[in-house]
């Protein structure tokens, strides 16, 4: 009898130490994918020519790679910036391929379908 009770204890160790590695790679599978998902890559700079101000397009870093030549597909932000580096105004894009051009003008900054802003005084 007592090698019977002997025998459950190393299973009974064993199925513990099972689940606590499943929830401990679950547990690291969600922080990586809470991580990805909030990382933003810059893929452009469009700085005005007397250098006051910039606008700056980042994409947001998805989970898993997409296929070659689409990272323009993802979406992102666009940032107005001044000098510093301060961020003055801000807008989600559904795919940072949108920000082609930036039109800036003696008041405002004007980005074609996605943006306008005034600059400030």
Known sequence: MSGASASAKPS?????????????????LLVYT???????????????????????????????PGRPGQSGDA?????LVDRSGQVLNETPVEMVQL???VDW?????????????PLPD
Request: no cysteine.
């Open 12 to 28: 009974a160790l064993r199925r513990q130490v099972a689940t606590i590695v499943v929830a401990a790679m679950f547990l690291a």
């Open 34 to 64: 809470w991580s990805a998902g909030t990382r933003l890559d810059p893929v452009a700079k469009f700085e005005r020519p007397d250098h006051h101000y910039a606008v700056i397009v980042l994409r947001k870093h998805g989970l898993w």
């Open 105 to 117: 003008q003696e008041r405002r900054v004007v980005i074609k379908l996605v943006a306008d802003w």
């Open 75 to 79: 979406p992102g932000v666009v940032r």
């Open 99 to 101: 920000v082609e051009n």
